[in-house]
């Protein structure tokens, strides 16, 4: 072989074995970092990246429960060129002209129970119509069908928002069943907000409140937390997410906790990571890796029956 060209060869040979791999660079949008499931989607995730030895530059963009302020940070996300964008526990309605922008840069976008959106390639979540359907009639059914309750809602959420539509479909079946009061928790800061509405609640009404319908685990233990301090322990109180504080609550003897629903939010993580490992990564087509635009995970309902199944 010629001098120069094994030469030449040696070189291509030393650059390629010296040229790293770079990192895939990763833009995360969480609607509201102080919520636990987006910690523990985000937990999941992690957990993937480490068991699968992954060193991608992830960059998480807290949106603190603001629509205005998810879509700014999918700008900023897209405007940097990332290689893949997650959104978690979104409303995107606020979102669709961002969306759309960076699906237009050929940037891949993977939501967790944020809704599908246009430009997204697919959100993973739960069903959450199917879930309310499980714990809301579980709640009236125990109390007899009959009884005094405050419906706690969550509209700037699709999910939480789908769960409250199911509770107010359903209750007009138990016509024994009064709804005390209603109120839309700001997201912004909800164990507050639902703290101080609690605290006004049980000054109007004391012990007339039978039950509390809460959309989510969180606002379901600010109201345990209010009730408990006043003497009101007869309550009965749901919520929906399965955390692991909710879980305990429910399995401890003449706990107010009722019921919830079990979310597999680390499980939502690792099929994101997944995901981005097959279409970004290993540049396997979207539509030869993801079912379906709509991903849906199982979420079974725990009572004090089978609570104890799902301690960790």
Known sequence: MDKSIRTAALAAVCFAVSTPV??????WVQSNAAAQSEQRTKAGFEAWLK?????WNVSFLDSGGSGEATATNLQDAASRGVDAIIITMADLRASTAAIKDAAAAGIPIFSVDSGYVEGALVDVTTNNWAMSADVSPYLLDSLGGEGKIIFLRMAEHHGTRKRGDVMATILPEYGDVE???EHNIDYTAFFEDTTTTMQDYVARFGDEIDAVWAPWDEPAQAAINVLKANGLTDVLVT????HPQAIAEICKEDSMMLATVSQPFEGMGAQAGEWIQAIVEDGQPAEDVIPSKIVYMDAPLVTKANCADFLN
Do not use: F, Q, S, W
Request: a negative charge; zero cysteines.
């Open 22 to 27: 770079l990192a895939l660079d990763v833009a």
């Open 51 to 55: 068991e699968n030895g992954k060193d």
């Open 179 to 181: 709804v005390l009061a």
């Open 239 to 242: 919520g929906i997410d399965g």
